[in-house]
């Protein structure tokens, strides 16, 4: 019986001692299959599962855009097999937006790594007869509440921007809502719209075929996808800088050799030459940080945008 027990204890002491995961690991997206955090979460599953030895299956939760999966990983176990790729709103915007969450992204989450991040663009109707940012600005002062802009949902990325923008150059526009981004790109396509901000692949075939007009990227340079278009930066406009993100995160309390560990590892693959040529072809650069420097880019996030959401009155409704 005590050889047994003796036995046992060793078992177990060898268990606790294997290193990290010894286990599937479940990467939690809260976008539809073929999004943008899924490519992301599913090439950087792969890179992880090869270097780790064990299984890291994305799961997709998607609903309340993104606060449905980001609260299921914040309510997890925090032992490091449940993980979130989650983007900017339910991690810094959405608590100001919102009335409540039903979780504290900042109490809630632990963060491990910002992966990437992409500048929009501002694109315009033709028709409006402007073709450079000087005159839009220009347009829009003289013809206060004439122009229309589309969003892919209020309190998204696309709306909070445009809000930005509105209080920064001291002018009036309308917003009009969607839901998603489809169906604000088919009514701009139609006329009905007349502005909007939106991720650069996503418009730059009409771009290209002259249906719509780019003005700038929210970004301090110019990107490689559009090189024509002037930064917001060389605007002298730096304050208009709004990137959509992606990053890696897990639950608050996770151990901190796993958080490290993960950390490393996911710096190293995601600065892999294939990894950062997929993610171009997405309009995102790699950025693959440490855990103290994406923490200190939420902050930021979560102050920039907490002022452009009471100045502006927008809401998630």
Not at 285 to 300: K, L, N, Y
Request: hydrophobic share 45%; aromatic share 6%.
């Amino acid at each position: 019986m005590r050889w047994a027990l003796c036995a046992a204890l060793a078992f177990c002491a060898a268990a606790a001692a294997q290193p990290y995961p010894t286990h599937p690991v479940k990467l939690i997206v809260p976008f539809p299959p073929g999004s943008t955090p899924d490519i992301v979460g599913r090439l950087l599953g792969a890179k992880l599962q090869a270097a780790l030895g064990q299984p890291f299956v994305v799961e997709n939760r998607t609903g309340a855009g993104g606060n449905i999966g980001t609260e299921a990983v914040a309510n997890a176990p925090a032992d490091g097999y449940t993980l979130l790729v989650g983007i900017n709103g339910p991690i810094a915007p959405n608590k100001h937006l919102y009335k409540s969450l039903p979780y504290d992204p900042d109490k809630a989450l632990a963060p491990i790594s910002l992966l990437a991040s992409a500048p929009q663009m501002l694109v315009i109707a033709p028709a409006l007869g402007v073709d450079n940012f000087g005159a839009f600005i220009g347009y829009a002062r003289a013809h206060p509440g004439r122009i229309s802009y589309a969003s892919v949902g209020s309190g998204s990325a696309s709306h909070l921007t445009m809000e930005l923008l509105k209080g920064e150059a001291k002018i009036e526009l309308v917003h009009v809502p969607y839901r998603g981004f489809p169906p604000a790109v088919t009514d701009m396509l139609a006329g009905n719209i007349q502005a909007m901000f939106a991720i650069i692949p996503g418009v730059l075939s009409h771009v290209r075929a002259g249906k719509m007009r780019a003005l700038a990227v929210t970004a301090l340079k110019r990107s490689e996808l559009v090189p024509e278009v002037p930064s917001v930066a060389e605007l002298g406009l730096a304050q208009l800088e709004a990137l959509a993100w992606i990053g890696l995160l897990a639950p608050a309390a996770t151990p901190r050799e796993v958080l490290e560990r993960l950390s490393a590892e996911t710096m190293r693959h995601m600065q892999a030459a294939e990894v950062r040529e997929l993610l171009g072809k997405q309009g995102f650069d790699v950025v693959a940080g440490t855990p103290a420097q994406f923490e200190r880019w939420i902050r930021s996030e979560s102050v920039k945008w907490a002022r452009v959401i009471k100045t502006s009155g927008a809401t998630a409704d």
